[in-house]
């Protein structure tokens, strides 16, 4: 079987870059990265600079266009399809003879319209944790239109919520991974004889990229796949941090985590960083606000008066820790930016885009030209690079096993 990849929502390449770091001849032949709200395309530039871009079967440049006016059919034939697609709402607004119709813009529809032409025997996505209680008015609601769509087109699926920091990485940030495989494939074939704890404690893929000690009680359910329609207005689900799907019926569980040791946020800091990142004392009173305990009072749409509260924050960040989760606002005067006491002058200051990108586990300036807002712009939107090359050596075996 080809080690082919097409790479949607690539961002910086961080999936790309996650499977290239295991040297073991993966090839990306497609991929896709386009933001609407930018004129100035940063992240495309930067996945360009480091992988040049790629031609669909016609022989055109279009992985900067959107995606929704993209010709599936164009894209080349691929192994694996991966991404990290946005949570949205993946409500199904009608369905008709045309099939399902979920609303404009939702990316996920995407990613449904290529499983069904180009069907790619594996894919893996990923998505924040609160993929799977969203919305939270029918919670497990979207996260069962996806599993749905990918048992209508034949593919079982297993999920896992990560926290990078319990595998070694230098951010504790929480994601939901998700591996679906065709039905068609040997790995169905071999997955299918193990019992169900069996998959998810130890023989299913996310238990061997992602060690567990221990699983707690498995519920289940059946989804009716063939009426996306009726689970997208009355399903829902009390999705737990791992799972697995077969033939639309659900078994999902907590999980006892086997963590490794982490690495520290001091480990990754810079020396002699430049004066442009420390504090002022205006900056330093602003953070002090932001990051303290509150108790606001407000008043609901419907009149209703109640406080909103904000617990105390470490400022500045512990260093003997990994950092926390790293937003788009990184790097602004932002409750969540990490502010750090610089180990060599004890003073105040930001981390540096270099140590932005060391937390989500990419090169020393893999960013360099962009702007510095964007460079903590596109890192607070990128994944932890060392979970994919993870779940990529598992991968790996899976396929050597495929021909």
Sequence with gaps: ???????????VGGFRLGFENLDTNWQTVWFSQYEPSKKKQDAHQCYISHFGDSIDINKEYHTNDDISIIDKETIPNHTLLVGGFPCQDYSVANSSSRGIEGK?????????EILKIKKPS??????????????????????GIILACFAEQNYSVEWRVINAAEYGAAQKRKRTFIFAYRNDTNYRKKIE???????????????NAFSIKNIEKI??????????????NNFSFNFKDTGYMCNGKIYTCKVEVESIEYIKLEEILEKNVEEEYYLTESQIKKFKYLKGDKKIPRVSKDGHSYFYREGQMYFPDRIDLPGRTML???????????VIEDPSTKQLRFITPIEAER???????????????????CMGNALVVPMITRMGKVLDKIIEEED
């Design 219 to 232: 519920s289940e359910k059946k989804i009716e796949y063939s009426d996306i329609l009726n689970i997208s």
């Design 359 to 377: 937390l989500q586990g990419f090169k020393d300036d893999w960013t360099k030209g962009m702007n510095k807002r964007m460079r903590y712009f």
């Design 1 to 11: 079987m080809d080690k082919t990849i097409c790479e949607l929502f690539a961002g």
């Design 104 to 112: 404009k813009g939702v990316l996920w529809w995407q990613i449904y």
């Design 328 to 338: 788009t606002s990184e790097g602004t005067i932002n409750r969540s930016t990490h």
């Design 193 to 207: 004889k193990y019992t169900i704890e069996e998959i998810l404690k130890k023989q299913g893929f996310m238990a």
């Design 122 to 143: 594996f894919c893996i996505f990923e998505n924040v944790d609160r993929l799977l209680i969203s919305p939270s008015r029918q919670r497990g609601r979207d996260f």
